[in-house]
């Protein structure tokens, strides 16, 4: 245990010096400058301050307040010596932090005694101290794996909803990378970032309600049929909804808004603007690109110039302006020149790769 002394008595300090170290595992240093002193303490941790109230240029209150503000010396026990009964004096000190007092005038036997005890305080709260951090640390890696299992439960299923449908390499994972990237481009915080990137793969889980004849069908869709699979956001939201995981609420968002149009024309709920959440809003953006320029059974795929002048062209219609500028400005400068998809999944895979993701999940396949 490091025990910190600071007293402006050369004498005073070799005697509590003494006397602390007669103490089993006590380890102290010594101060005659309570500047000196608190740069020590700034830099290295003590687990007992013993400090003297009258001193040159810095009193022990003020130390004490000090030394409170420094890394893991908010708790432990601060002694101040004094000469002082005076009530105002304690006060401040107990203000500024300090545990208790030592009085002066306190014969050496008595005072050896409650060093001791001290000690032994100052001991126990490392104890407990020392408990807590690590009790803090097993439960930091347990809702670590918790999240862990959480994020690839989400992108397995995701991966099994692919099978289902029509969109298949990959889509959802390349949703995922552009949707990161459109949340990172407008300044989002990490977390959120991170979280979009996990939720937005089951933006189109609502399909597993969709019959196999519409949802599988090679051709164009008929009116009815296009009634029917618009159902799938509704659907989506209401398999999602009513978790208690931060995570799949977020997808719940996303799955039953990704529809939603800027101008207010879209499904399922007509939902316009700001009203829209900006998680769909990005993902929105994110899941046309990839559809447009990957290849269906019913269509080919558009050139990278191609798809980015349709979307353009639905900029405050479609899609929210503000995360249509920040993807198509990434795209161009992300695509090379001449602009190229290929370019454009490489450079997303340096930024992103297959690290942003459960284990073992691909990298952006190339349609």
């Known amino acids: ?3 910190l002394i600071v007293d402006d008595s050369r004498s005073s300090l070799a005697q509590l010096t003494l006397m602390l170290e007669a103490c089993a595992d006590v380890e102290t240093e010594a101060f005659l400058d309570p500047e000196v002193a608190l740069a020590s303490a700034a830099e290295q941790r003590f687990d007992l301050a013993i400090v003297d109230h009258i001193m040159p240029g810095l009193d022990g209150v003020d130390f004490i307040a000090l030394m409170r503000r420094t ?3 908010e708790q432990i026990p601060m002694i101040m010596l004094t000469a002082s009964e005076e009530d105002e004096v304690k006060m401040r000190a107990l203000e500024a932090g300090a545990t208790d007092f030592l009085s002066k005038s306190l014969r050496r036997l008595e005072l050896s005694i409650r060093l001791r005890n001290i000690v032994d305080l100052a001991r126990a709260l490392r104890r407990l101290d020392d408990h807590v951090a690590s009790q803090a640390r097993e439960i930091e890696a347990a809702t670590e794996t918790l999240l862990l299992r959480e994020e690839e439960m989400v992108f397995r299923l995701s991966k099994a909803l692919e099978y289902r449908d029509n969109d298949t390499n990959d889509h959802t994972y390349r949703v995922a990378i552009y949707s990161r990237l459109i949340a990172e481009r407008l300044g989002l915080p990490a977390r959120a970032c991170r979280g979009i990137f996990l939720a937005s793969p089951l933006h189109d889980i609502g399909k597993v309600a ?4 519409i949802l599988l069908k090679p051709g164009a869709l008929n009116p009815e049929e296009r009634a029917i699979i618009n159902t799938h956001a509704a659907v989506g939201g209401r398999i999602l909804s ?3 995981s931060e995570l799949i609420a977020l997808a719940a968002q996303i799955a039953e808004h990704h529809h939603e149009r800027w101008d207010g024309a879209g499904y399922p709920n007509g939902l316009a603007r700001e009203a829209i959440p900006i998680s769909a809003r990005i993902v ?5 690109f990839d559809a447009l320029t990957t290849v269906r059974p019913y269509k080919k795929a558009l050139s990278l110039e191609a798809a980015l002048g349709v979307m353009r062209a639905e900029r405050g219609s479609h899609f929210d302006p503000a995360c249509l500028d920040v993807f198509v400005d ?3 400068e992300l695509s ?4 190229s998809l290929e370019t454009l999944r490489r450079r997303l895979d340096e930024l992103f ?6 284990a073992n999940e691909p990298r952006l396949a190339v349609a």
């Not at 790769?353 to 459960?358: L, N, R, S």
């Open 210 to 213: 969709i019959p196999d004849q």
């Open 330 to 332: 990434a795209v161009v």
């Open 242 to 244: 009513g978790s208690h």
């Open 71 to 73: 890394p893991h010396h």
């Open 353 to 358: 790769g297959a690290a942003g993701a459960p």
């Open 336 to 339: 090379g020149e001449p602009p």
């Open 1 to 3: 245990m490091r025990v």
């Open 284 to 288: 929105a953006v994110a899941d046309v």
